[in-house]
């Protein structure tokens, strides 16, 4: 292969990416006053329940974020043409504090501008991203779509995917938007009981004069001042048509706020709860209701609620009476949460996002590329070699980053590094990154590096673009069965090596097909590194066999002790098999004679599609674990990445035609 | 009737408890076992086991007729819920009220009935697991499809409620012009909707009846008879 | 490489026979087709549900499978393991040199023809049922999942029964739906008629608006309508037609049978078709086949816990007390991956019931019972094959990297 080629062709796939300073999206507001960085570091501190786990509000604003606009910035450009760009945190900070702001931000994708259309709002772009208030005016009837669409989807899947509830790509597109923007809705509410000054979400909806009237009146005092009622009797008053005279109509509105304000505020689980013991945080609507029904827990309930308060009064008083008031609120929480051990890691939690270690990972992965590539350039020179080495250090750096994220990773939630798909991800790397690097120093002659360099920028690619599409918390709560560290540490960890190994012999065997066909055209056959390309291959194989027979054995045991079957031809152990199989079938048609060098290459590009299936592919087998979309998304990339290896399986039989003949063509000659 | 010493159960009763009896065992057992096998009921059906039920067999619940046994316990005039029973793993159960049709459960529905004098008149039945959208999105989904204004949340949570499936489901009942919607682009002037929604964790349940005002007056009896008859078919 | 004449003499049959069984490139057909197999069987599984495709793909010695509209005899998965299984015992073990060299790979064939006896044995002679109790109630009764059998029961007047005559499962599953069969038992006086079988079907009134559609006969009030049979197995109901003949020549009693009228939960009771026949009365009913454990266990609390304010399941597990003749009671845990093991049988918290219900109610404990003479197979097995390879990748490993610093001080040139 032309290294010259190679590096144009490189620097045409990189252009574009230089060139994405695309226009930004305008928004409605005429400036936006930047929050300063202390007040977004005291903010992301605090520290929410969310899916049954403790942590710091940072996560929740970057996985929102990522839902609604797939990337962790918002970038726009105010009336007065100034441009921003705003991280997740400081997002958040808006849409809790500002919301007037934040719903002039445009934070939601649409990938088809027919989306817009059908909700009867004029879109902008093919693609564009849009604003809450943007979106308004087809509010209702996005609502109404989503709904229908989501009792589609969910027959879909009761079905077990009848095709005649099949979502089409533009419905699938209005029920994720109309998720989006009803959780948007919710995040509004979360502190508008404590700003009383006419912020309501969904304001249009409500009646002027009960938007006069939310500017009046205390929420939180006005606990105080009502008898002890339940919810249902709250519900039977605030359904009772108000009265004649002035004060009953003034207490019925005060009611139907109330209850609007604590309906609003139920999905951020902020607080603590009282009762040690107990287990679940709860919502500014729990402790609403809660003070509401009962005096004895009044006097607890508003203390909370007031808090609550003072840093939505200190944020109108100005940035630093703001700040102060965030430390304070922020301190007193986290001292509760350590009473009940819970909080004490978010610390480390904000620095693993914050320390953008995979993002890191994979500049060091592109630079390792680059300078790599240069090496091609003179590689049997002392520069070519010192590039080469640097590559190889290059490599190194990503992973040692990569493998400090995952080190993180375990240490947060006190777990093996791999709990779920997306661990999957990083630790397959940066196992297939220190195999290339341990080949590169048993070997020094670059394929070692490449491999290395190659499973980095793939791998590393593919966690950023599967966590924005994923866009949920990576660091999740395990299921019943899975809580076991033991068989996490071994059964999981040796399988994915296995699987790591599958795709570092796929690697190797592009290389030496790729080496092979580029000879045939500048006929000059190196007959020396293609053998030592196939005892490499043959030496990774054997790795991949080893990991993955132990770790399906494993799983057996491990299926034994849980389920009382060692093997039951679930779609996951079949997967594992299948590995194991072909390279079995590999070792052994070696030993037949049927096989030798060019078979083994093209075997392990067989293998690597094995792999994938059983790394992706079995998981969106059945009734989708994910989002619809995101099932759509992995078989597409499966097969597009299984018909690249297609190519080069058809150039590796062109190659063994050409190896056949030569070889009947020695006979011959032997023989005269 | 015991016979040759052996108790009579024993070697048929070894096969009857399945795989796990016939290899655990030393082979001349076994071997014995196959001999003395035709012996257990030369003259009775081969593979007829006779043996002692054990405690925790030997209760039985005496019923009196199909009815019960089936566990159609007092629904006279049930129906197995959906056309073939198959796509919905728990069935319904229901009465229907005298003057209503029953047409086969069309998509999303679990069970759909037309009536008044031409069957302009229709009620329907859906399930669906979690709260299906949410009970505001619903609500106001089903006023958008009468073209009436869409309720803010504290107003639905107003709405009255009647008893489905024993619990409490949200009432509804808006006039207006009817746009059914699904592709179609026709619309009924003078329409009224009727229609329950209960938003249970276990999940979401909508009975919905529309059509001519007058005709949805007069069946407002059926549909309640209906509603209250609903239930889920125990097995 | 020239190719000598191969002798297809009678003679040296044997020597070919051992050649084809011995051979690398059996190993290598066998295990290509194991692939596709496991493949087919793992998409299968989408179309078939597990069971089914458990028995087409992997417990079969052949099945055809339509590729690209063609159907294609294909080799199942038990014919291809016992080809596997004969080609490692003689080709790895018996005619292999034994060479240090090849220690490794020798031990590692050992472990795997270790698990392949494993599955083998797991396959012809391990049960698995349940058994689900709620707290203070005693079994020793195991439970299959999706075997049904017919059971004819003298009946005190409180539904008391003492004996059962019993058709089993194996028999009355190859019923066919057009198929009649006649029960004699001696002691019995009268004889049963099954006909109507069917794995799955659903009984209906006859007022039902959908019952006009079911053909067949109307008995009581129903009707019974065959249903599709399920993906799982589990979920499959069966059902049947029964005819009673007294031999004494009184009139016939026919009535339908269903597996619904079993009970479901540990609290019910079992509802049969009741008919007398001279002073006695009789029930007739489908019940799930069942077996004993040697010991009984008693429920005496069940634990259930989620994670905080979401649904998903944290922790499930049972204190229980076994009883056993001749040994003191044993208070015990069953809880996810610490199943109890005991005389063969091996207990693992499967599951929890009744479904939907509520914080506060009570919940019974249901419990996998197996019985796997082949159960702690796969460890050692495991340990065998682990330490072959090991051994073997140690030699390799010291070999590839004894060549590759020779070969350095010459590294080859990159295209």
């Known amino acids: 292969m032309n290294a010259r080629s190679l590096l144009a062709a490189l620097a045409v796939a990189l252009l574009p990416g230089a060139l994405a300073a695309r226009e930004l999206p305008k928004s409605a507001l005429q400036n936006y006053v930047p929050w300063q960085d202390e007040t977004v570091h005291a903010f992301e501190k605090l520290l929410v329940q969310e899916d049954g786990r403790v942590k710091p509000i940072y996560t929740v604003a970057r996985f929102t974020l990522l839902q609604f606009l797939g990337k962790s910035a918002v970038s726009f450009q105010t009336q007065d043409g100034k441009d921003h760009r705003i991280h997740y945190a400081a997002w958040f900070l808006d849409v809790l504090f500002r919301g007037e702001v934040a719903k002039d931000l445009p934070v939601f994708i649409v990938d088809d501008s027919e989306v817009v259309v059908q909700i009867g709002v004029s879109p902008k772009s093919k693609r564009d991203r849009y604003s809450y208030n943007e979106l308004l005016p087809g509010r209702a009837k996005l609502a109404e779509l989503g709904a229908q669409y989501a009792e589609k989807e969910q027959k879909y899947r009761d079905s077990e995917k009848d095709p005649q509830y099949e979502l089409g790509r533009v419905e699938g597109m209005i029920l994720t938007l109309a998720r989006n923007i009803s959780a948007f809705d919710y995040l509004l509410g979360q502190f508008g009981f404590a700003r009383q000054d006419g912020f309501l979400v969904n304001a249009n909806i409500l009646p002027p004069e009960l938007v006069e009237l939310s500017k009046r009146i205390d929420i939180v005092e006005m606990i105080d001042k009502m008898p002890e009622m339940g919810v249902d009797q709250l519900v039977q008053m605030v359904r009772q048509p108000s009265g004649g005279s002035e004060e009953e109509r003034m207490f019925s509105g005060a009611l139907r706020l109330f209850f609007f304000h604590a309906s609003s505020a139920s999905v951020l689980k902020f607080f603590p709860p009282q009762d040690e013991k107990e287990e679940v945080w709860i919502t500014a609507r729990d402790l609403m209701l809660a003070g509401l029904e009962s005096k004895a827990q009044r006097p607890w309930a508003m203390e909370q609620l007031a808090a609550v308060q003072t840093l939505t009064k200190a944020q109108k008083e100005g940035e630093p009476a703001f700040l102060a008031a965030l430390q304070a609120y922020s301190q007193k929480q986290h001292e509760t949460a350590a009473t009940r051990g819970e909080g004490t890691r978010a610390g480390l939690e904000i620095q693993l996002y914050r320390g953008k270690w995979f993002a890191n990972s994979l500049v060091c992965f592109i630079l390792a590329f680059v300078v790599m590539a240069f090496s091609w350039l003179t590689p049997e020179s002392k520069i070519g070699r010192t590039l080469l080495l640097a590559a190889g250090v290059l490599a190194f750096v990503g992973f040692a980053l990569d493998a400090y994220g995952i080190a993180l990773r375990c240490i947060i939630r006190d777990r093996p590094p791999i709990t779920n798909l997306y661990d999957t991800i990083l630790f397959i790397t940066a196992v297939a990154v220190l195999l290339g690097l341990f080949i590169e120093y048993c070997t020094r002659f670059g394929v070692g590096t490449f491999v290395a360099v190659v499973s980095g920028v793939l791998g590393m690619f593919l966690s950023i673009k599967y966590e924005a599409k994923e866009a949920t918390d990576t660091i999740s709560q395990l299921q019943a069965v899975l809580d076991t560290n033991f068989w996490l540490w071994t059964h999981v960890t040796i399988i994915n090596i296995g699987y790591a190994a599958g795709l570092v012999a796929a690697i190797i065997g592009l290389v030496y097909l790729t080496s092979r066909f580029a000879a045939l055209f500048h006929r000059r056959e190196n007959a020396d590194f293609h053998r030592a390309l196939t005892r490499m291959n043959y030496g990774v194989i054997c790795f991949c066999l080893f990991f993955s027979l132990v770790g399906t054995v494993l799983g057996g045991i491990w299926a034994n002790y849980s389920w009382g079957r060692f093997w039951g031809w679930d779609p996951k152990e079949n997967g594992a098999l299948m590995i194991c199989l072909w390279t079995l079938v590999i070792l052994h048609g070696r030993m037949a004679g049927w096989i030798r060098e060019i078979g083994i290459h093209m075997n392990s590009l067989v293998l690597a599609i094995i792999t994938t299936f059983s790394w992706w592919g079995v998981n969106n087998l059945g009734v989708g674990l994910h989002s619809y979309g995101f099932t759509e998304g992995v078989w597409g990339a499966l097969y597009t990445s299984w018909a690249v290896l297609g190519i080069f399986m058809a150039m590796g039989i062109v190659l063994w035609f050409q190896d056949r003949e030569a070889r009947l063509s020695k006979r011959v000659g032997a023989a005269v | ?235 | 490489m020239a190719k000598h004449p191969i002798d297809w003499s009678p003679k040296n049959w044997p020597r070919l026979l051992y050649g084809f069984f011995t051979s690398f490139k059996l190993a290598t057909v066998v295990l290509v087709f194991m692939t596709v197999v496991t493949l087919l069987g793992t998409l299968g599984q989408v179309e078939h549900g597990l069971h089914s495709a458990k028995e087409k793909y992997f417990h079969s010695f052949f099945f055809t499978e339509k590729i690209f509209g063609v159907p294609v005899l294909l080799p199942g998965g038990l014919l291809l393991m016992i080809l596997l299984f004969t080609n490692m015992v003689l080709g790895a073990l018996v005619k292999v040199r034994k060479r240090w060299k090849g220690a490794g790979l020798l031990i590692s064939h050992l472990g795997m023809l270790m698990l392949l006896a494993g599955g083998f044995v797991t396959w012809a002679f391990s049960t698995d049922g349940y058994m689900a109790m709620y707290p203070g109630m005693t079994s020793d009764r195991v439970e299959s999942y999706r075997e049904w059998q017919l059971e004819i029961v003298p009946l005190s007047p409180e539904g008391e029964a003492e004996k059962a005559w019993i058709y089993p499962a194996k028999l009355l599953e190859t019923m066919r739906p057009d198929e009649q069969r006649v029960i004699h038992a001696e002691s019995l006086p009268f004889d049963v008629v099954i006909n109507g079988f069917s794995k799955n079907a659903t009984p209906v009134p006859v007022s039902a608006p959908i019952a006009a559609s079911v053909t067949g006969k109307e008995i009581d009030g129903f009707k019974l309508s065959p249903q599709k049979a399920s993906k799982e197995a589990e979920q499959n109901l069966p059902g049947c037609f029964l005819e009673i003949r007294p031999r004494d020549g009184g009139d016939p009693v026919e009535a339908i049978l269903w597996a619904g009228s079993y009970k479901f939960d540990p609290r019910e009771k079992a509802m049969p078709f009741t008919f007398p026949v001279g002073d006695q009365l009789y029930g007739a009913l489908l019940v799930k086949k069942s077996w004993t454990v040697p010991f009984s266990v008693r429920l005496d609390e069940f634990i259930f816990e989620r994670h905080p304010g979401v649904s998903t399941a944290r922790n499930y597990e049972s204190r229980v007390t076994r009883f056993e003749e001749g040994q003191s009671d044993k208070a015990l845990e069953i809880k996810m991956n610490e199943p109890m093991r005991h005389a063969g049988y091996t207990f693992f918290q499967e599951s929890f019931g009744p479904s939907g219900s509520q914080p506060g109610d009570e919940m019974y404990s249901q419990f996998a019972v197996a019985n796997n003479p082949a159960d702690q197979w796969p460890l050692w097995s495991l340990v065998v094959t682990g330490v072959g390879l090991g051994v073997h990748f140690v030699i390799m490993l010291v070999n590839f990297t004894v060549r590759s610093r020779q070969r350095r001080s010459s590294p080859p040139v990159a295209p």
């Open chain 2, 1 to 235: 009737m015991p016979r040759r010493g052996v108790p009579t159960t024993e070697p048929c009763a070894s096969g009857q408890s399945g795989r796990d009896g016939w290899l655990s065992r030393p082979l001349p057992l076994a071997a014995a076992l196959l001999v003395l096998l035709p012996a257990c009921g030369e003259k009775d059906t081969p593979g007829l086991v006779e043996r002692p039920l054990s405690v925790s067999e030997k209760n039985f619940r005496l019923v009196d007729s199909s009815m019960e046994r089936f566990r159609y316990t007092a629904r006279p005039a049930a129906s197995a819920g959906t056309e073939s029973g198959s796509a919905t793993p728990r069935g319904l159960v229901y009465d229907t009220p005298e003057g209503w049709t029953e047409k086969p459960g069309a998509a999303m529905r679990d069970v759909n009935f037309t009536f008044g004098e031409k069957g302009e008149g229709e009620c329907y039945v859906a399930r669906l697991p979690g709260t299906g959208g949410g009970l505001a999105a619903n609500v106001n989904r089903w006023r958008a499809q009468m073209g009436a204004a869409p309720l803010s949340d504290e107003e639905v949570a107003a709405l009255p409620t009647r008893p489905l499936f024993g619990q409490p489901a949200r009432f509804v009942a808006v006039d207006g012009t009817f746009s059914p919607g699904m592709g179609s682009s026709e619309t009924f002037p003078g329409y009224r909707l009727v229609g329950l929604i209960l938003a249970a964790d276990a999940g979401a349940v909508f009975v919905k009846m529309t059509g001519p005002k007058e005709v949805v007056e007069k069946n407002g009896a059926a549909f309640d008879q209906f509603v209250s008859s609903l239930d889920v078919k125990s097995n």
